[in-house]
């Protein structure tokens, strides 16, 4: 699901066209005829039981009955009718990178692991490429790149998996030049439960006479968990039509040029760090239009504790057009005006693109033991008011808390993803230039309280004139579904008025649960914060 996973090197330096139905559907049916039967449990008493019940997140551990590691979309239908025959509540598992405990909560009782179902390739019938949904975007960029010299504008982050992040809005380094990974998305199959309990696979895309059509849109913004079991997503640019593989998607830059800014803390106080924040969001502000010539820039402010010695920018930049390393220096001249703090700030380096899109290949926060960790999220439309930064200042320097790992991260958004209408897709978050990433990480169950407690208090305090979260308005714009957090949903935490659903879908929450109700009606996928059906 979310790629807040890129933090760690910051901080450390259809119908018509004949497509509604499935060829997997009917062997599905076969498969039951047949006997075929999902693979084999893995239990408590497995060895491989440990791993597969334990995430990115440490903090949550699955005590499953049983966890099925599926190979087919044939599988998935067979593993998922089992478990609803038998009243066993269902999660599925991809890349494990949720932030909340949707698979792993106690409740959940039959986990489907999807982690091996992970092949890329081209459909040549639907002129897309398409791609397991238990694949990791490292092995999704690799392929994409080396065999066709496309890629889709998906996360930083290589460990993450792609069932969730697509279907979530997911967005990364290219998004203001591309787009959300969902404007790329052409058809989804799903495994799909109907009213007396049978499972079958649907496969929906974006054409407009597609009956499923529905369903495409559901999965264009609207969180993993929801309305079945996606096994496979097609992907195609809109308004590609040529059947050469290498055009039908983006072609990433050959080369980037990147680079890493650090400001001390030590020299930081509260004027300087508001005139950094302030730097950062305004030119944002005056640079996220579609069209922007500095669309091809894109970069994360690392705003850390002072525990951690030192603030980081990191920037990354088309190196191909002509004038890159102008706008990369303008940029940075905008940032650092009147900051009146000398940053370190070494010679950017040109890179490969892939190189530097998959390399180091895991570039999550913390190391194999620091796993332990809390987000939460918001979209910036503006850069943030005096009170909110001064609000910053104070929580990351808070000398009751020392945790290098507790981190507010602004992050490049707009340009391209801006471009489209808020009903067009699930994403309905279409004029916001900064995504905002709050999180902390640490080590032990003993520091749970207290880092969580930072967390929330912080978070609150930024956005306590309107109760505690950021609700639309001119500044704020909700939150981010692929960042998870529960708290959303928790009056003591939300004190606005206004619902979890809002803060995440906005006016598509509605048509969300029209579609929850024709195709989950026995809301069989479920979890904390999962798309409630019509009427519940």
């Excluded at 599926?70 to 593993?79: G, H, R």
């Excluded at 080396?146 to 809005?169: F, Q």
């Excluded at 956005?463 to 981010?480: F, K, M, R, W």
């Amino acid at each position: 699901m979310n790629d807040v996973h890129r933090r760690g090197f910051l901080i450390g330096t259809v119908a018509a066209a004949g497509l509604a139905s499935s060829p997997s559907a009917s062997a599905a049916i076969a498969a039951r005829v047949h006997g075929v039967q999902p693979p084999h449990d893995i239990t408590p008493g497995d060895l491989r039981y440990a791993d597969l019940v334990r995430g990115n997140n440490h903090r949550f551990v699955g005590t499953p009955t049983y966890v099925h590691v599926a190979t087919s979309t044939d599988e998935v239908v067979a593993a998922v009718e089992k478990a609803v025959s038998a009243g066993k509540r269902i999660a599925v598992r991809g890349g494990g990178h949720c932030a909340e405990d949707f698979w792993a909560n106690s409740s959940v009782r039959a986990v489907v692991d999807l982690s091996q179902m992970a092949e890329v390739s081209y459909d040549a019938r639907r002129r897309a490429f398409a791609i397991e949904s238990g694949a990791m975007l490292d092995g999704v960029y690799r392929t994409l790149f080396k065999r066709w010299g496309v890629t889709i504008p998906a996360g930083s982050a290589p460990t993450v998996g792609v069932g969730g992040h697509l279907c979530g809005g997911g967005y990364g380094s290219l998004s203001r030049r591309h787009g959300s990974v969902v404007d790329h998305l052409y058809g989804v199959e799903v495994v799909v439960v109907d009213r007396t309990g049978r499972a079958r696979t649907v496969v929906a895309t974006r054409e407009d006479a597609d009956p499923n059509r529905d369903l495409w849109w559901a999965h264009t913004g609207g969180g993993g968990g929801n309305f079945g079991v996606v096994t496979k997503y097609w992907m195609r640019s809109p308004g590609a039509i040529a059947t050469d593989p290498a055009l039908v998607l983006p072609r990433p830059p050959s080369s980037v040029l990147i680079s890493t800014i650090v400001w001390p803390w030590s020299s930081m106080d509260a004027r300087s760090f508001a005139r950094l924040i302030s730097n950062h969001g305004t030119w944002h502000e005056r640079n996220s239009d579609p069209d922007s010539p500095y669309a091809g820039l894109y970069s994360v402010l690392a705003v850390t504790h002072r525990s951690a010695g030192a603030l980081a920018l990191f920037i990354q930049c088309d190196a191909t057009t002509r004038d890159g390393r102008r706008r990369y220096d303008e940029y940075v001249s905008a940032i650092c005006d009147g900051v009146g703090v000398t940053p370190i700030a070494p010679e950017p380096s040109i890179v490969p693109w892939l190189h530097a899109t998959v390399w180091p290949g895991d570039r999550d926060g913390g190391d194999m033991l620091t796993r332990r960790y809390k987000m939460k999220a918001a979209y910036l439309r503006k850069s943030f008011t005096d009170r909110q930064i001064s609000t910053a200042y104070r929580h990351l320097s808070r000398s009751d808390f020392d945790n290098p790992q507790g981190v507010m991260l602004l992050i490049g958004y707009g340009g391209r993803v801006n471009a489209v209408a808020s009903s067009a897709t699930a994403v309905a978050q279409r004029d916001s230039v900064l995504k905002v990433a709050y999180e902390s990480f640490w080590a032990t169950p003993q520091d749970d309280a207290k880092n969580i407690s930072w967390l929330r208090e912080f978070y609150y305090d930024m956005y306590a004139d309107t109760g505690g979260v950021p609700t639309s308005g001119p500044i704020n714009d909700g939150s981010y579904i692929n960042y998870p957090d529960k708290d959303l949903a928790d009056p003591r935490w939300n004190k606005s008025g206004v619902a979890w659903s809002t803060l995440y879908y906005k006016d598509n929450y509605r048509r969300l649960q029209e579609v929850k109700s024709r195709w989950d009606p026995l809301n069989i996928f479920r979890h904390a914060l999962s798309i409630e059906p019509l009427g519940e």
